[in-house]
């Protein structure tokens, strides 16, 4: 295995090891949000959504400085500010603080731990070809749901006993992950090398200018809004509406996860040899055709072939928006349109968060499907739009390649 391929791998570890520790409190924050504080859906929807848009301010922020003081240090530094967050959240939790201190500390969770993925992103990017890149992403997104597939199945029984410390293992999980890192990972980007250039903010802003990035960057906003519905909307829903246990919404949770790992490398193989943008297409049709059928179901089994359609779709879509987003972009700018993804992919989350809770208060009761439909409407619509980008892409850049690209080896060393 070249030092490049086992690289990708520690990073997806780590991812895994961080989606597994968010898994094991962060979802069922709704829940308590609701069930415990006494919080109305659209409420804690509301404060969600507003945890979103704190990622998306942190995101923009660590992909312009991961391109000045490079990739590693940022990763590492947002880490470790994000547990010390997550244990503030933890304590307030378990000696019954005031709401208000609680809010505080999750949305200060929120904003650190943003820092990670436009971040390590970038520095996948550095390290890989474009035609390797799907690839790569697929891997990381192979760890991620891996650690997202036994994370919440964890945390739906640790929630049944205490909250607090569900958040206290997931402060322990990062903090493993920082030492792993510390240990395996070097970064060889120009940035980490030179310190020549100053963050460039208004730039930053002004790279919405490139009219591709902006596009990719609007349909991302509403996939993402799509896919928020995992958390959120489909909490609320099978909660309030179905009355199911908590630990069968951890269980959606597990099946999403596990069918991106067993799934997430044929996939791959295949978006290889089409057009990044049909692949977008079809995986966003995935996601309308599972998530708009959610609401059409009242047992667990039907959902979760629901949310199963729409996992396909998820490792269709991620790998390959974040593979579109460094094939436009320069290597002295990936940490900065990569964080400018993630900034989109954070503001869908929050447009999602909030949607959710005011559709399943609003719209819910009185046509228990209609929050669905209109999920799935918006899904096909970002498919489209992704599709219709083709015509402002490169060969290379939409992934049609005519000849074979040797594969670039020795680009990272391990300690």
Not at 61 to 66: H, Q
Not at 97 to 124: D, E, I, K
Not at 353 to 363: D, K, T
Request: aromatic share 14%; proline share 3%.
């Amino acid at each position: 295995m070249s030092h490049t391929r086992r690289a990708i791998f520690s990073v997806a570890v780590a991812n895994g090891l961080l989606l597994f520790g968010y898994g094991l409190s962060l979802p069922f924050f709704t829940v308590y949000l609701i069930s415990r504080q006494g919080l109305s859906a659209a409420m804690a929807g509301l404060i969600i959504a507003l945890s979103a848009m704190s990622r998306s301010v942190s995101s923009a922020i660590a992909g312009e400085l991961s391109d000045v003081f490079g990739r590693k240090n940022l990763m590492l530094w947002g880490l470790a500010a994000e547990i010390a967050a997550m244990l503030a959240l933890a304590l307030c939790m378990e000696y019954g603080l005031q709401t208000g201190w609680m809010l505080l500390c999750y949305f200060l969770t929120a904003f650190f731990g943003a820092v990670f993925r436009p971040v390590s992103n970038a520095w996948v990017s550095d390290n890989t070809t474009p035609r390797q890149r799907v690839k790569a992403f697929g891997i990381i997104r192979v760890g991620i749901n891996l650690g997202w597939a036994l994370g919440p199945a964890a945390g739906g029984f640790l929630v049944r006993w205490s909250y607090s410390y569900a958040f206290y293992f997931t402060a322990l999980a990062y903090a493993l992950v920082v030492l792993y890192l510390q240990r395996v990972l070097r970064d060889d980007s120009a940035a980490a090398k030179s310190r020549s250039r100053r963050p460039q903010f208004v730039s930053l802003l002004l790279s919405l200018k490139d009219m591709r990035l902006a596009k990719i960057c609007l349909y991302v906003l509403l996939i993402t809004a799509v896919n928020a519905q995992l958390v959120v909307g489909l909490s609320i829903h099978c909660n309030t509406y179905l009355h199911m246990p908590e630990y069968y919404i951890g269980w959606f949770f597990t099946i999403n996860g596990l069918a991106v790992v067993f799934l997430q490398y044929h996939a791959s193989v295949l978006i290889t040899r089409m057009r990044l943008t049909t692949a977008m297409l079809i995986g966003c049709v995935l996601y309308a055709l599972g998530y708009g059928s959610v609401g059409f179901f009242g047992s667990f089994a039907p959902i979760a072939f629901g949310v199963l359609l729409a996992a396909v779709g998820e490792l269709i879509v991620n790998p390959v928006e974040q593979t579109l987003t460094s094939n436009i972009a320069s290597p002295q700018t990936r940490g900065r349109y990569l964080g400018m993804i993630m900034v989109f992919y954070n503001m869908g989350s929050s447009l999602g968060f909030f949607a959710a809770g005011w559709l399943g208060q609003y719209v819910a009761p009185v046509y228990l499907p209609g929050p669905w439909l209109i999920i799935g409407a918006v899904a096909v619509l970002a498919g489209l739009g992704f599709f219709a980008l083709r015509k402002n892409l490169t060969d290379e850049e939409d992934g049609k390649f005519t000849a074979p690209v040797p594969i670039k080896k020795d680009t990272v060393t391990l300690h």
